[in-house]
């Protein structure tokens, strides 16, 4: 049975009641009618209230919920700030302004509720950044004199939100860097993402399926870990039914990164200036760096596609191609780093073996 059922039998019930008595106040005019009059309008009332219920009761506060989903949990604490803040200006000056002449009086305590609640809320969300900058430093400063957490701040993780796409997900790369620290903040995964994510999984092809079962056990694992802060959330965007979209609308709207390792939504979110968090990119970044004429001791396991040449790879998975290593495949050799190619797709490196021709 679902809440706005309940509140349609509810509304059915309270208009009905009041068409009674609604009707009994016109019988006065005409006792004859009287009850004729209070069935008519207790019928009318019960209709009123099985139809019109819902809109007054449930779908506002539905509309509101799907509002303040969408706003960042920063703001919104800024405004309970700001609104309270306001209400106490008010209340200080409620006396003084009362004092005023004429209507005046009455009137002006009203007036400044509004007026300083406004000024609150407004002055308060325009400056949440430093705001909750300051409380930052100032619980930063606690945990380090006195607190266990080697000067972390559980507010400080909780300031940062970044969202998560499908693909990253798929990946799987994700449970490894989140439980390092290197993603401090919260994980917020939306409802039609993890949607996205089952429907994957339940793909009647075998690969994809495989892929989306992957993406749920990294999930798992993520809530598991007592490091990660991850969130499911039923925020969502109107009007638009592309995931990547979506995520897109609610980077921007949030003011949060996109952690993603799709190219396309990538170049579409850093259009429309939202940061955007690549795991390709990160790996790119990690890998070591050779300089040309650098040893290298490297297994050669598999021969190249030109004369002579051997294929080995680093820990990293950075391919190193020896151009004179095809008689050294399946051992260990010493080589030297002639050139470093950095391509669309990683890092390649080329060497040789010293003292050979």
């Not at 819902?54 to 703001?75: H, N, Q, W």
């Not at 490894?176 to 339940?202: C, H, K, M």
């Not at 200036?273 to 290298?296: C, D, Q, R, W, Y």
């Amino acid at each position: 049975m679902s809440v706005e059922f309940i509140f349609r039998i509810i509304g059915l019930a309270v208009f009905a009641i009041a068409g009674v008595y609604v009707g009994i106040d016109f019988g006065q005019y005409n006792e004859a009618q009287t009850v004729t009059y209070a069935v008519v309008f207790s019928l009318t009332g019960a209709l009123f209230g099985i139809i019109a219920t819902p809109y007054f009761t449930t779908r506002p506060m539905r509309k509101l919920r799907s509002l303040l989903g969408r706003i960042a949990a920063e703001t919104l604490f800024a405004s309970l700030v700001g609104l309270v803040s306001g209400l106490l200006v008010a209340a200080l000056l409620a006396f003084p302004l009362s004092l005023l002449p004429n209507m005046v009086g009455d009137i002006a305590p009203f007036l400044g509720v509004l007026l300083f609640s406004y000024l609150g809320i407004s002055i308060f969300v325009m400056r949440q950044g430093d705001i909750m900058g300051m409380l930052s430093s100032f619980s930063n400063r606690g945990d380090g004199e006195g607190g266990t957490n080697g000067g972390g701040s559980n507010w400080s993780k909780m300031n940062r939100t970044i969202l998560l796409d499908t693909s990253v997900i798929i990946d799987g790369r994700i449970a490894d860097i989140a439980s390092t620290g290197f993603l401090p903040g919260t994980l917020l995964i939306p409802r039609f993402v993890l949607n996205e994510l089952q429907y994957v999984a339940d793909s009647p092809d075998g690969l994809r399926r495989q892929r989306g079962r992957r993406g749920m056990e990294v999930l798992s694992t993520l809530q598991k870990d007592p490091n990660v802060m991850v969130r499911i959330s039923d925020i969502d965007v109107d009007g638009i039914r592309e995931v990547d979209s979506k995520l897109v609308v609610l980077g921007r709207q949030l003011k949060c990164p996109v952690l993603t390792n799709d190219y396309n939504l990538n170049k579409v979110a850093e259009l429309q200036g939202v940061t955007v968090l690549n795991i390709n990119e990160l790996a790119n970044a990690v890998k070591s760096v050779v300089l040309p004429g650098e040893l290298m001791h490297i297994n050669i396991i598999q021969e190249g596609k030109e004369r002579d040449q051997g294929v080995g790879y680093m820990e990293d998975g950075t391919m190193v191609v020896i151009e004179n290593g095809r008689d050294e495949i399946g051992e260990y050799t010493d080589v030297s780093v002639t050139k470093v190619l950095q391509t669309a797709a990683g890092r390649m490196i080329f060497a040789r073996i010293p003292g050979r021709d």
